[in-house]
């Protein structure tokens, strides 16, 4: 038995199942780890969603592209997505309460590999994430969950204060979880800049190079920074978005021994 944790799909379904053809996927046997944004952007999110969700076993942390087809659901606008397939659907809502029922954070004590979109907050102890993404998890369970979703998009506040509350807190925990990739020493997080290490201002830093980060002794797997490119392995360190939507290639790791495993994107799926 395997378990593999794998970027970000984005709709990418061809590119997912010649991937599960390379690593030879026994889904009686081998686990799946998602680490978020399943849909969007790619061609085929509808046949992403089912396909997982279809899965005995799969693991799923929610992404801010899973986010915001909860709120297309519901009749949100969003610009430029890829996802009316899925919104047309016969199954839409069935997909629907089957996706916000995914947590923003998994950890194995076994494997001891924490997952989550886009990664840890330096500050942030592992008992307190698992604390704080429960608070969101909570509400995205709730009947009513629909009339707090909205109040829970947006990029303040980006300094994290234990006694924030109310939509406050839970924006600052949302976006630390599923949008985050630089931030400042002190942990002010930044949504400005999404391209590679260097190409920042001074001030920032990638999340994981904050020093002395609280949790810096747990494996952490997670996507959402394509411009990465997965090449970026500080210890505990493992992005697996090599952007596959992009052009690039969609990539698997085998948690057991830290292999990757990837394919590359079988057309230019980006649509606009
Ligand atoms: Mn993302």
Redesign the pocket.
Known sequence: MSTYAIG?VQGCYDELQALLKCIAFDPTQDQLWFA??LVNRGPKSLEVLRFIRSLPNAIVVL???DLYLLLLANGHPHKNHTLQDVLLAPDCQILINWLRQQPLLHYDARLNYLMT??GLFPQWSLAQAQSYAQEVEAILHRDDYLIHLQPLLGNQPDRWDENLNGYDRLRFIINAF?RMRFCTLGGQLDFTHTGKIGSQPNHLLAWFEVPNRTSQDIPVVF??WAALEGKVHPPNVFELDTGCVWGGSLTAMRLEDRQFFSVPALTQTIQD
């Open positions: 970000d978020g944004d992404g801010n592209h979109h886009a599923t996507g959402h």
